[in-house]
């Protein structure tokens, strides 16, 4: 079996096959980041802004509004393909299933949101962005699957303990005389 590509020959041939316009994710572990290709190895994409700590992102989460950083922290940049990928793997996300705008205005959009902008990691990330630019669609599918997964976590933590709750109440409850008894045909004992 042969050995896996380097980030940098898997980015250099990425690089090579993109174009202006298109969608350019960089896996980055536990999720994506979206960026759009304008070509000469350029991208723009939501980032940090420089003199910001992993403080003025992570404190958000879990206080206030959760997932929003105040705009404040973060912009739309143009910037190195090499640098937003940040030594990760890219990927070319374009959705096929989707109508596009043209490469030019695909482009002229995302030159016009650069600056100051608002970000909430389940209702306004760099997904939702990128699929705004060139579809004019508002969609993140990871923010859609972690919300289900949350969802269906949720209803499998509440379901799991209801049923408890039933099992612990049928296992600790004295029964009825009816139940041991025999005279209404029910179950004779739930222990």
């Known amino acids: 079996m042969g050995a896996e590509q380097s980030v940098y020959e898997h980015n250099t041939n990425l690089l090579r096959s993109l174009k202006p316009g298109d969608i350019v994710k960089f896996h980055r572990g536990a999720y ?3 960026a759009i290709y304008m070509g000469d190895e350029i991208v723009i994409h939501i980032r940090g802004l420089p003199e910001n700590t992993a403080r003025d992102y992570v404190r958000p989460l879990f206080v206030g509004s959760v997932g929003s950083v105040p705009q404040e922290k973060v912009e739309i940049a143009e910037e190195d393909f090499w640098t937003a990928a940040n030594n990760c793997k890219g990927y070319l996300a374009n959705d096929e299933t989707k109508e596009a705008f043209k ?4 482009l002229r959009r995302a030159k016009a949101s650069l600056g100051p902008t608002e970000y909430h990691l389940l209702q306004k990330n760099c997904e939702h962005w990128v699929n705004k ?5 508002e969609e993140s599918q990871q923010a859609t699957n972690f919300t289900i997964g949350m969802g269906a976590t949720g209803v499998i933590l509440g379901t799991a303990a209801a ?3 039933v099992v612990g109440y049928m296992l600790t409850r004295e029964p009825k005389k009816s139940e041991t008894d025999g005279s209404n045909g029910t179950v004779e004992n739930f222990r």
């Open 163 to 165: 049923l408890g709750g």
């Open 133 to 137: 630019i060139k579809y004019d669609k």
């Open 32 to 34: 994506y980041h979206f």
């Open 103 to 106: 490469v030019d205005d695909i």
